[in-house]
């Protein structure tokens, strides 16, 4: 099934395979995504993560698509301390979306999902130091 | 006496109120609203703009050399007491375990120096005598106490100037630096990833680093050893992990104290016949290209690296070389996260920007060491 979609004046041909799948498979200008809309669209107003999802998501894709598909666990990219965890085991997150927020030379950075998928284990807690390369999360 | 007589005694102030007063003191509110509204450089621009205000107040008396901020800058200023004073504070606050993980960042410290000499360069084509365009120059180092102590020894009489530019361009970096780090480097390059798998650092090198460094640049540049030293010295009451009560009196106090009567004492050197002239605006101009030559050296010099290194590094951490901490070290990172969310090149540009933070001390201990025999 095909749909135009119009962001900020360009049109934009996406393909569905199946609207009621979750995740739902797009196809847009020969790239794929998984995306998984919210149960309900009025809460997705309030989620700032949300709202600047979709050009993050693409630039991750670019890149990444093909390498991520088997990695199942996320692991920290530089070190430092966990100061916000926003994930919990049983989660079902979507590529782009911020896991941890670690802070590093007193700079805040979010970490975000480089796959979509649910999560089995999240291996690190608030306030814990954390080492480059150390896992966070794994997914099922 | 009578009233005709005592008339001008009581509105003296307005009587000596000039021109150039209402500019300065209108200089000073813009100041004063940067850091008050816009919270730019606070810390440094409300006591300066408040000492700019103070100093276009006719016949007020405290930038006399017994009023306040005239005792201020001989003691403070004219024995360089109060930037030594705010690099124990700034040694306090850097980490160095980034740059002792990766010592090649030293080359791009290094590099971030090129502005200091492009712009003296400059500054002598556009008619400045030598001591004058070494002073200048030093905005390069971008870097306020090595820029202020530095002129103190060469050239008094620009300290204003000098120190608003040094610090009114570091307020601006993060406008500054981001094109030029866009126009200079491809996406391909920015979106060069980097590992950060060093060894960690031992408690015992942590220690040993401000005591050999200080050993090390003092003998080689005994000029530059007073702001090493002092630098080294905050650092080592932080890292020996003995001293806690010190290493936070140096991050807060020490350094919060200096740096409002340094800014005041600074800030009331503004008076209008001392800053109102071609000669500021020249500064001004040459402040601005000594942070823009900074940049795109560090950032070609990065590039440089980037193609030794088999495209292993990322060459927006050159723009990172300059000194700034932690702000250029920061920005070289954010936008590499800007261009690809799961890019960090934190500790890296960490590594370069501390490096660039050494870089510049010494290389204003240079510039002060062959200047001062020359003139």
């Known amino acids: 099934m095909k749909y135009s979609v119009t962001i900020k004046d360009k049109s934009y041909i996406v393909e569905i395979e199946d609207i009621n799948a979750r995740p739902v498979i797009a196809c847009v200008e020969g790239q794929r995504f998984e995306v998984i809309p919210a149960a309900n669209p009025a809460e997705c107003e309030n989620k700032p993560e949300v709202k600047t999802r979709t050009p993050e998501v693409k630039s991750f894709d670019l890149r990444n698509n093909a390498a991520n598909k088997n990695v199942n666990e996320m692991t920290a990219p530089l070190p430092g301390v966990v100061i916000e965890l926003f994930v919990k085991a049983g989660d079902v997150i979507e590529a782009g979306q911020v896991i ?36 966070l999360v794994r997914f099922e | 006496m009578n009233l005709t007589e005592l008339l001008p005694e009581l509105l003296k102030g307005l009587l000596n109120f000039t021109l150039g007063n209402a500019v300065m003191i209108t200089a000073s509110l813009v100041l004063i609203y940067l850091a008050v ?52 504070g700034v040694g306090a606050m850097i980490d160095f375990s980034p740059l002792l993980a990766q010592p090649r960042m030293v080359l791009l410290g290094a590099a971030g120096q090129f502005g200091i000499f492009g712009t003296l360069m400059l500054a002598i084509a556009l008619g400045f005598p030598l001591n004058q365009a070494a002073s200048i120059g030093v905005i390069g180092a971008i870097d306020g106490p090595t820029s202020i102590f530095v002129a103190t020894k060469l050239a008094p009489e620009l300290l204003a100037p000098i120190a608003v530019a040094a610090y009114s361009y570091m307020s601006l970096i993060p406008i500054i630096q981001p094109p030029l780090m866009r126009l200079l ?26 005591i050999v460094l200080t050993l090390v640049v003092g003998l080689l540049v005994p000029d530059a050893t007073p702001l090493i030293s002092m630098l080294m010295l905050g650092n080592l009451l932080k890292v020996s992990g003995v001293v806690d ?124 060491a062959i200047v001062s025999k020359l003139v």
């Open chain 2, 37 to 88: 509204f816009k919270e730019i450089e606070p810390v440094l621009l409300l006591p300066i703009g408040f000492g700019c205000l103070l100093a276009n107040i006719p016949l007020a008396g405290m930038t006399a050399a017994e009023g306040i901020m005239g005792v201020l800058y001989d003691a403070g200023i004219k024995t360089e007491l109060f930037p030594l004073l705010i690099f124990i």
């Open chain 2, 185 to 210: 480097t491809t996406k391909k390059e920015r979106l060069i990833q980097m590992d950060y798998a060093p060894k960690p650092i031992s408690q015992k090198t942590l220690t040993l680093f401000p």
């Open chain 1, 100 to 135: 941890v927020i670690i802070e590093a030379m007193k700079m805040k950075n979010s970490i975000r999902s480089t796959r979509a998928g649910k999560i089995s284990d999240v291996l690190t807690n608030v306030n814990q130091t954390v080492a480059h390369k150390q896992v």
């Open chain 2, 245 to 368: 009560r010190l290493s936070k009196a140096a991050q807060n106090e020490i350094i919060n104290v200096s740096t409002l009567f340094l800014g005041l004492a600074i800030g009331a050197t503004m008076s209008a016949a001392a800053f109102l002239n071609w000669d500021t605006g020249k500064i001004m101009l040459l402040g601005l290209i000594a942070f823009v030559l900074d940049t795109v050296a560090g950032l070609l010099f990065g590039k440089l690296m980037c193609v030794l290194s088999g495209y292993k590094i990322n060459p927006l951490i050159g723009a990172a070389g300059i000194s700034a901490f932690p702000m250029a070290g920061r920005l070289a990172a954010k936008t590499a996260n800007d261009e690809d969310p799961h890019n960090f090149i934190l500790m890296h540009a960490m590594g370069a920007n501390t490096a660039g933070q050494l870089g510049s001390v010494i290389a204003g201990g240079v510039l002060l």
